[in-house]
C-alpha cells in the first residue's frame, strides 16, 4: 500500500490553469501506474490521464487532450497534472490513483478504469468560474 495526498487545487476562473501534484509515500521500492480521475457533483468518477511510473507513456481523456499534461518525477515520488485552459465543465474533486504494475514503461490495458487502481488519495477540489 501506498499512501497518496493531492494538493494544487483552487478556484481559478475560464481560460485560467492549475498545476495538481500528488506526493506518493509507503511503499515506493515498486513501480505503480499513475492515475488522475475526476468526479463532478452527481456524476461518476470519470478517467483524466494515467502515465507509467517512468513517465514514458502518458493516456489522456478526449475531453482533455492538448489542455492537460501528466508528469512524473520519481525522485520526488510525485505525479503531476498540468491543466492550462480550463473550462467550467473541468470542475470536479480531482483524485490520484496508483495501481501496482511492475513495468516501468507500460500501462495497463484498462488504465482508464476507477476499479483498476488499488490506492487512491482523498481529491483535491477544482472550480472554474465562468
Known amino acids: 500500500q501506498v499512501q497518496l495526498v493531492e494538493s494544487g487545487g483552487g478556484l481559478v476562473q475560464t481560460g485560467g490553469s492549475l498545476r495538481l501534484s500528488c506526493l506518493v509515500s509507503g511503499r515506493t521500492f515498486t513501480s505503480y501506474a499513475m492515475g488522475w480521475f475526476r468526479q463532478a457533483p452527481g456524476k461518476e468518477r470519470e478517467f483524466v490521464a494515467a502515465?507509467?511510473?517512468?513517465?514514458?507513456?502518458?493516456e489522456y481523456a478526449d475531453s482533455v487532450k492538448g489542455r492537460f499534461t501528466i508528469s512524473s518525477d520519481n525522485n520526488k515520488n510525485a505525479v503531476y497534472l498540468q491543466m492550462n485552459s480550463l473550462k467550467p465543465e473541468d470542475t470536479a474533486v480531482y483524485y490520484c490513483?496508483?495501481?501496482?504494475?511492475?513495468?516501468?514503461?507500460?500501462?495497463?490495458?484498462?488504465?482508464?478504469?476507477?476499479?483498476?487502481?488499488?490506492?487512491w488519495g482523498r481529491g483535491t477540489q477544482v472550480t472554474v468560474s465562468s
Open positions: 502515465a507509467s511510473w517512468s513517465g514514458s507513456r502518458t
Open positions: 490513483a496508483a495501481k501496482r504494475w511492475t513495468y516501468l514503461h507500460s500501462l495497463p490495458s484498462s488504465y482508464s478504469f476507477p476499479s483498476e487502481y488499488d490506492n
